[in-house]
């Protein structure tokens, strides 16, 4: 299994800037992609940001520009830099992965448990 833990929410300001980090740990063979998705109240989870082995990554239009997605491969670990924070990202941001736990086996997507994101004065 994967475990993944995300870390690096919290309250900022508009205009502000987080950075989240989410590491993944367990027994797995690799790992495909990774990304970071969101949910707000009364809405439905959503792409922020992805990417996948060779570096393609892929944004939400509401984030380009703003959001940064990166990867550090040797320690199994994935990184949103978030600028210019608005109000309407405040959601409680989940960590994606999805991996293979064995050679031969199917890639499997996994979850984080969440992080906070409030964007407030």
């Known amino acids: 299994q994967v475990q993944l833990v995300e870390s690096g929410g919290g309250l900022v300001q508009p205009g502000g800037s987080l950075r989240l980090s989410c590491a993944a740990s367990g027994r797995f063979f690799s790992i495909h992609g990774m990304g970071w998705y969101r949910q707000a109240p009364g809405k439905q989870r959503e792409l922020v940001a992805s990417t996948i082995s060779g570096g393609t990554t892929n944004y939400a ?7 940064t997605i990166s990867r550090d491969n040797a320690k199994n670990t994935v990184y949103l830099q978030m600028n210019s924070l608005k109000p309407e990202d405040t959601a409680v ?5 999805r991996a293979r736990l064995d050679a031969l086996g199917s890639l499997g997507d996994y979850w984080g448990q969440g992080t906070q994101v409030t964007v407030s004065s």
């Open 61 to 67: 239009d509401s984030v380009k520009g703003r959001f």
């Open 93 to 97: 941001y989940y960590c994606k992965s």
